[in-house]
């Protein structure tokens, strides 16, 4: 057994704000998805994003609003929301004093085979 | 998009804690995992585990010490563990007062094909 956290994985700036990818774990290539940590500041958001693969976003600590068109989602720890191929979103951290980390895990839908960058 | 959580989801008492199956929520047979919450007590302990599934416990609220053999992992909410296929494995909550809640999200390895009854 092993533990990952996003305590301690290395994180980089990218969609504005801060992500661990699981590519930094070795042995980890055989999951049937790809994952990363997600760190949002404070008072941030992340860019808009859309991606043909389907997104697990696992609230881990502090809160979350999604934002998608017209549409706001609010997700507290512990809340995952799942977002379909191609859904166009934004994540807010709306806390001024606590950052929202999020696991967030995506694959491609079997109809769509298995390429693509990913979030 | 779409929010799920522990907190509504239907929940059943599966090997000495409480347990919401992800088969409850419609729509999400395209996973290419299977996945449920599992809500541990205080003071409590899961049965021992073993399944050809590899899993990962995503630690969302309180605090799990994962115990395989005579190795024991502390995992702080937040954290998530990855066991093994076939890596027997009990989850302690030894807290006396917060429940332990994980995401577990469980797959068989390609080499093992796709049935199986899961943890």
């Known amino acids: 057994m092993r533990r990952v956290s996003a305590d ?3 994180l980089t700036d990218e969609h504005g704000i801060q992500v661990g990818r699981w590519s930094q774990y070795a042995g980890t ?24 693969e389907v997104e697990l976003a696992v609230v881990v600590d ?13 997700a507290a720890q512990g ?5 379909s191929s191609n859904e166009r979103h934004i994540v807010h951290n709306r806390s001024d004093a606590a950052p929202l980390v ?5 694959w491609l839908p079997a109809d769509l085979g298995e390429s693509g960058d990913g979030p």
């Open 8 to 10: 301690s994985a290395q």
């Open 29 to 52: 290539d055989g999951l049937p998805f790809d994952a990363m940590w997600c760190v949002v500041p404070p008072g941030s958001r992340t860019d808009p994003d859309c991606h043909p």
């Open 62 to 74: 502090g809160a979350a609003t999604f934002e998608s068109g017209e549409t706001t989602l609010d």
């Open 79 to 83: 809340a995952a929301v799942l977002l």
């Open 102 to 106: 999020m696991l967030s895990i995506y």
